[in-house]
Structures are given as C-alpha cells and as structure tokens.
C-alpha cells in the first residue's frame, strides 16, 4: 500500500482527505482502523514520498512490528498480537476480537498389536493372559472367529476415547468395533470406547490397572474383537476423541490373517526321559524281551502323543487294536488283552496304561486321561478291543477349554506271560488311533 502526500491532498485507500496541519493523526486513525477491521496478521509498512516541505517534515515514514499499543482519543491499536491461546482482545469502542478458549490437540494413537496367529517369540502385544502370542490364547493354529487388538495411547490421557475401524482386506468392507465387541457397518459416538473397555485392562488408567477394578476384564485381555470369518485377511487402526474439537484421524494400520478351524495329531517312540523327541513312520514297540514267565514286562520306550486344536468344544482321541490282544500267527494263540493288575493277576494279560504324570499342554485344555487308562497301580493296565476306547480328550467347561496349545501325553505298553503261554517270535499287535472334534 503506498500513502502519497502532496501540498494540497492525502490520498489514502483512494479516499481523498482535504490538506490540514492534523494531518498525521488522521492518518494514525485510518490506518489503525483498517488494519484491525481488515484482520490482516502482518504489520503495515507506510510509504511517502515528498517527506519535506516548507510547512511539515515526516521523521519516520514506516511502522515497525515491536509490541505495544498505538493510542489515539478514541482507539488502541495492538501492536503485537500474541499466542492466541493467552486470549488477546481487540477492543474498540464498538467491537471485540477474541482469540476464543485454548484446546489441547490429542496424539494420534497407534495399534500396538492385531493379531490372530502368533506364537510366544514373535507377538506384540503386552497383555495376553497365556503369554504364548495368540496361538496361545485360541490354541494351536491360531484364531479362527476372534483376534487381540491393543492400542498405543501415544501420552494421551487415559480418559481418552477410540474408535477402532476394522477393514475386512479380502472383500474390502469396512467395519468399526461396537461395544459388544462384535462389528458394524457405521459408527456414532456410542462407538467411541475407553482402552480400558477395548482391551480390558489398562496400566495408566487407575480404575482399570489391576484385577480388583471394576473395569478389569481378563477375558478381553485375551481376545477383543470377535465374530470373524474364517480364513480371510483383515487390517485395523484407530483414532482418539476426547471432548470437543479433538478428534484424531486414523493412526497406522496392521494386518493379520484369521486361520481355519483346525485339529492336528503327532505320534512319536521315545524314552520316557525325553518327552520331546521327535520320530518317523513306522512306529513299532518292543514289549517282549525273552522268556520272562510270570513277570510283567513293560516296553522300554513310550508312544507319545502331540495335540493341537483351535475348536473351543475340543476333541476325543480314540484307541482300537486289530487282535484283542497280541496274536502270534505262527502259534495261532492270542495273549489276551485285560483289564487287570498284571502283577496280582495269576493269568496271562496284556494292555496299555496312561505314562505317570506327563501329560501337559503349553496353555488352554487341559488334556483329559481317561478313567480306563489312568490306572492307579504301577502295573495296572487298560484292554484294547476291536471297539474304539476314549483315551485322551478336551472340552470346555468350568475349568478348561477345548482348545488347546501343545498337549503332549504318553502311553506304556505291559505284558505278562505264564508258562503255559507258547513262546514264539512274532506275537504282534496293531494299534488304530482315531481323532474326532467337537461340534
């Protein structure tokens, strides 16, 4: 804006103003209003030319940008306007400028962990119950309905609130968590929830940091997001509210894959000292070592077996040989297969029992022994049959689940002869497992 100055005018924002000797406070007055009523942010630099006549001089024709005021009779101009947040007024005997109340921005949140499928050594998430990722959580394989999510507050206050968007990658459909932790298509405030309500748990929240609060829920520590499809691929992020005005937008994103619903079985012949040995096919087991009449005879190694399954109603293992005992086929004779303590018992018998107390599982089951097998005495042994005979099992129930992560446990095979048994080389058994879920 140039200001020119002449012995007969002013002219100032194309206005024209007659010559007086006041002329240096009128222009204070309408310059000063302009710059106020204008809202312009930057300071007004005043350029003359002419700064000399015979009548008047102009010292210093700009204003600089210090702070202070420009007073006149009936107006105070600024010259600093501030941190808008200290509420600096604009004043005029006809208006006010406020710079309106302060607003603390909140930190965009990130997902600390999405998962479905991870085991102990490569999970992110800090609050998993079972401390075995999420295989440890839904059992072996993984999750197949549910998924953990947690979420990295960034300093917020944990008053704070989110909303969590999943993204459904397979088919590209967009969900946000509901309250019941099950998804929907659209949100509302409603969807807004607190990190302690999200995951159950919350370490900065003192109502939420310990299992006596009321807001503590290890069930959602666990997993959090539920009804899932099978087998598809999903991302997660999340944004924070906390009162008006402060809405974040979406943080980082994280993807995981939900697994099938699935069952595994692993039979392995080791020594019972060394319970995580690992075998092929075949699986064969020497019982009978030499004559040994009328003393029980126990197979130097054990048959062990692995289960894994994510189904929450578990499963039943099943056992059946083909010979109701151990058949020799060149003696045509069978020693039959009992029910019985061998070391009381006068006859001959043989059979298999559940091995001591080495039966575990990394988290969830446990792994259940049948009563038939889980015999008391050293030598006490369950019968197999042509007919299929529960051995081990899960399922849920007030305390276990059905899924299970790692359960291991091992059958010992015994047999006793008498001496009317013929002897012969080749008494032999097979044995039939059988693995059925829960549904």
């Known amino acids: 804006m140039v200001l020119k100055l002449s012995r007969k005018k002013i002219i100032l924002f194309n206005m024209y103003i007659p010559f007086n000797k006041n002329f240096l406070k009128t222009i204070t007055l309408f310059i000063a209003f302009s710059f106020i009523s204008s809202g312009f942010t930057s300071f007004i630099n005043i350029k003359a030319e002419d700064l000399q006549s015979t009548e008047f001089e102009i010292k210093d024709a700009g204003i600089s940008n210090s702070q202070g005021t420009l007073d006149s009779s009936s107006l105070s101009l600024i010259g600093s306007l501030g941190s808008i947040v200290n509420d600096v007024r604009l004043t005029s005997g006809t208006y006010e400028i406020n710079s309106g109340s302060g607003v603390n921005l909140l930190n965009v949140p990130k997902v600390q962990c999405f998962e479905t499928n991870t085991i102990g050594n490569n999970t992110n998430c800090l609050s998993l119950p079972n401390s075995n990722g999420m295989q440890g959580e839904c059992g072996g394989f993984g999750c197949y309905s549910k998924a953990k999510l947690e979420i990295d507050a960034q300093e917020n206050p944990f008053d704070t609130l989110y909303l969590v968007k999943i993204l459904d990658v397979t088919d590209n459909i967009t969900y946000y968590l509901k309250s019941d932790h099950t998804l929907g298509l659209t949100y509302t405030i409603s969807n807004f929830l607190s990190k302690c309500a999200i995951e159950g748990k919350d370490s900065s929240n003192p109502d939420c940091d310990q299992e006596s609060d009321s807001g503590w829920n290890i069930n959602l520590q666990s997993t959090n997001i539920f009804y899932l499809d099978s087998q598809k691929s999903y991302s997660a992020s999340v944004k924070a509210l906390n009162g008006d005005y402060t809405e974040t937008t979406f943080g980082n994103s994280i993807n995981t894959d939900t697994t099938a619903q699935a069952l595994a079985l692993d039979l392995d012949i080791g020594p019972s000292n060394e319970p ?145 048994t013929p002897i012969s080389g080749d008494y032999t058994d097979e044995l039939y497992f059988t693995i059925i879920g829960n549904y």
């Open 276 to 420: 995580n040995i690992e075998s092929s096919q075949p699986y064969n087991i020497n019982i009978m070592q030499g004559t040994g009449y009328q003393a029980v005879q126990t197979s130097t190694d054990l048959l062990w077996f692995n289960f894994n399954t994510n189904n929450p109603n578990g499963f039943d293992f099943y056992v059946k040989d083909k010979y109701n005992g151990l058949y020799s086929q060149t003696k045509n004779v069978t020693i039959p297969s009992v029910n019985s303590n061998l070391a009381t018992d006068n006859d001959a018998g043989y059979g298999i029992k559940i091995f001591g107390d080495n039966i575990t599982q990394t988290t969830l089951g446990p792994l259940l022994k049948s009563i038939g097998y889980n015999t008391s005495g050293e030598n006490e042994v369950g019968s197999l049959t042509t007919a299929n005979k529960l051995l081990f099992s899960t399922n849920t129930s007030e305390t276990g689940k059905g899924e299970i992560y790692n359960g291991r446990g091992a059958i010992v095979f015994k047999v006793k002869t008498q001496v009317t």
